[in-house]
T-cell receptor, first 117, second 112 residues
Framework: KAGVTQTPRYLIKTRGQQVTLSCSPI?????VSWYQQTPGQGLQFLFE???????NKGNFPGRFSGRQFSNSRSEMNVSTLELGDSALYLC????????????????FGPGTRLTVL | DAKTTQPPSMDCAEGRAANLPCNHS???????VYWYRQIHSQGPQYIIH???NNETNEMASLIITEDRKSSTLILPHATLRDTAVYYC?????????????FGQGTELSVKP
């Protein structure tokens, strides 16, 4: 079974631009989460989508947004890029949010390395 | 904030067992402990998870103390390819299905 795929793998943008990153989950997985990883802050949760709806959100400004399509693929968008947005952006998928508190493992993609100049 | 505390770094000799400790003293009764590892800024790789019983799979064993305030990940025969940052995570449960809150992890160096 193919893993989580993310495109593009590397991206260079300049301040003020906007960027869209794409994530395709593992087949059969309907939940997609996004994380930002920087040397200073580590891995931070951005948001999670399930059934085309945002289910959970971390503490990031409104410049960070996302969406999910009917085939479970997800995109995240960052508008008005800042130098501090340079990071590795990771996508993770799981079958579904675990409303019954049953463990449900997330599997990560390879990430998109975004550099803002 | 992360609910786990890990040593920032550890060394292990190749072929020996690597025992990575984690403290999670504020864990709630229905919160699972997960372990992931990350190699060279690739995406984190799932290793194992547990609630209160010890768990074993083809990669590692997870030992959780009876009071659930700490756990240990054991890599039985460490190889050079096990050099990575290991994250111990308590999955925070909320009414949206839970989320992973990563801490700083332990950087494990396996040496020849």
């Amino acid at each position: 079974k193919a893993g989580v795929t993310q495109t593009p793998r590397y991206l260079i943008k300049t301040r003020g631009q906007q960027v869209t990153l794409s994530c395709s989950p593992i087949s059969g997985h309907r939940s997609v989460s996004w994380y930002q990883q920087t040397p200073g802050q580590g891995l931070q949760f951005l948001f999670e989508y399930f059934s085309e709806t945002q289910r959970n959100k971390g503490n990031f400004p409104g410049r960070f947004s996302g969406r999910q399509f009917s085939n479970s693929r997800s995109e995240m968008n960052v508008s008005t890029l800042e130098l501090g947005d340079s990071a590795l952006y990771l996508c993770a998928s799981r079958r579904a949010p675990s409303l019954s508190h049953r463990a449900d493992t997330q599997y990560f993609g390879p990430g998109t390395r975004l550099t803002v100049l | 904030d992360a609910k786990t505390t890990q040593p920032p770094s550890m060394d292990c000799a190749e072929g020996r067992a690597a025992n990575l400790p984690c403290n999670h003293s504020t864990i709630s009764g229905n919160e699972y402990v997960y372990w992931y590892r990350q190699i060279h800024s690739q995406g984190p790789q799932y290793i194992i998870h547990g609630l209160k019983n010890n768990e074993t799979n083809e990669m590692a064993s997870l030992i959780i103390t009876e009071d659930r305030k700490s756990s240990t990940l054991i890599l039985p025969h460490a190889t050079l390819r096990d050099t990575a940052v290991y994250y111990c995570i308590v999955r925070v449960e909320d009414n949206q299905g839970g989320k992973l809150i990563f801490g700083q992890g332990t950087e494990l160096s396996v040496k020849p």
